[in-house]
């Protein structure tokens, strides 16, 4: 997909530059104040600001952080992201959550001609946020001259090369919790992958279809059909075993019960939380034997330590594996962090929607953006 470049934009010496990007990131509470407790997308962003100011522009940031729904809150304040970042990079100015105002959310023209104001170059390096028709997004290509940030271009490239000429065997994970948030990437991916392992709380929709008993697990009754349909294409995989806990026994943080071990149904009582050691061993081996694998989303809760082995198992199967490993969403993103096996994958998307949507439409909408259309 063509995009603009900062090439593109020309000489850029002692132009202001106004760079969207994503620095929506977790904090926490530390000494009675927030700090950033992941820096992944800021550190992601150095490399553009290093270039633009090496080409002499004067750099200015905006970001949204969290979803303050149109009016300031403090504790969605930027000020903790802004500290971090200048430590890292000296020169940078971040403004303040564009999400504090409802223009932004709302795609309010007037609110991105407002941002756009004092800047001659616009660069989009919100890969993560480019799924969304926001004003920061959407309005400044409209108004001056604009380009995509490497980072961008590259998460675009990776991705939708993913889908026009992987090395095969391509294989797709699929996990989460909610069945309807993945069925869309799911039905893609089954025409494109030769396998599609599916593990997490949404694989129990898929016992359901095939007839198995569940207990308590995650189902979703409405997606049955949608389920069956992608089974009959032979090329879906789901988990043989599970571990499960007692409906209403804690996990997640607190809770110390030790999972019981189902083979192929799940009695009343029961909801099952992690895919099984014989799963594990059957996903490795497809895993071991992949050209290409794209894996969004965990087997399991793997949070909490005694349902993580689903998980971890697959993430140490994609650092064994001499495969081509894209990891994308969030959860995934982390869980390959948790388990110290970041650095040998070969590329873990910044976004997780964004990345889901433009492996399912093959745009997003701050893509046209920047394309002009
Ligand atoms: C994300 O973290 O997924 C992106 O920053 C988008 O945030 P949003 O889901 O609140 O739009
Ligand atoms: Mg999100």
């Known amino acids: 997909m063509r995009l603009p470049s900062i090439d593109d934009l020309g000489d850029i010496s002692g132009k202001r530059v106004l760079v ?9 509470e530390r000494d009675g104040r927030l700090v950033v407790s992941d820096d992944f997308r800021i550190r992601s962003a150095l490399p553009l600001f290093h270039d633009l100011q090496a080409r002499g522009a004067e750099v200015t940031a905006c970001t949204h952080l969290g979803r303050p729904l149109g009016e300031p809150v403090a504790k969605y304040s930027v000020e903790p992201v802004r500290e971090h970042l200048g430590n890292l990079i000296e020169g940078v100015t971040l403004l303040e959550n ?3 105002s409802p223009g932004e959310e709302d795609n309010d023209r007037a609110f991105g001609v407002e941002l756009t104001d004092s800047y001659d170059c ?11 028709a926001h004003a920061s997004i959407m309005v400044p290509p409209t108004l001056i001259p ?3 940030g490497p980072n961008l271009a590259h998460e675009v490239e990776t991705l939708t090369g993913l889908l026009t000429n992987p090395r095969r065997p391509f294989v797709a994970i699929v996990g989460g919790a909610k069945v309807a948030d993945k069925l869309g990437i799911t039905k893609v991916l089954v025409n494109k992958a030769d396998t599609v392992i599916v593990g997490g709380g949404m694989a129990f929709t898929f016992w359901k279809a095939m007839g198995l008993t569940i207990g308590d697990s995650l189902v979703d009754d409405s997606r049955l059909n949608d389920v069956a349909e992608l089974l009959a294409t032979g090329r879906v995989c ?12 804690p996990f997640g943080g607190g809770g110390t019960e030790s999972p019981t071990h189902f083979v192929g ?33 965990p087997m399991g809760v793997f949070e909490d330590p005694r349902l993580a082995a689903g998980t971890r198992s697959v993430a140490q199967a994609l650092a064994n594996s001499t495969a081509i490993s894209v990891v994308g969403g969030g959860d995934s993103a982390a869980a390959v962090e948790q388990f110290g096996v970041a650095s040998q994958m070969s590329f873990i998307s910044t976004g997780g929607g964004a990345s889901l949507e433009l492996l399912e439409f093959g745009d997003l909408p701050g893509l ?4 002009g259309e």
């Open 238 to 249: 789901v988990p043989n075993d599970v571990w499960a806990l007692p409906t209403g026994s």
């Open 265 to 297: 149904d799940i009695p009343d009582g029961y909801m099952a939380l992690d895919i099984g050691p014989e799963s594990a061993t059957t996903f490795g081996e497809i895993l071991r034997n992949a050209g290409t694998v794209l894996w969004n989303g």
């Open 368 to 371: 046209r953006a920047l394309r």
């Open 146 to 148: 604009s380009a995509a």
């Open 98 to 100: 564009l999400r504090f």
């Open 122 to 132: 616009y660069v989009n390096e919100a890969f993560g946020v480019s799924h969304r």
């Open 20 to 28: 969207r990007v994503d620095f929506n990131v977790p904090l926490v």
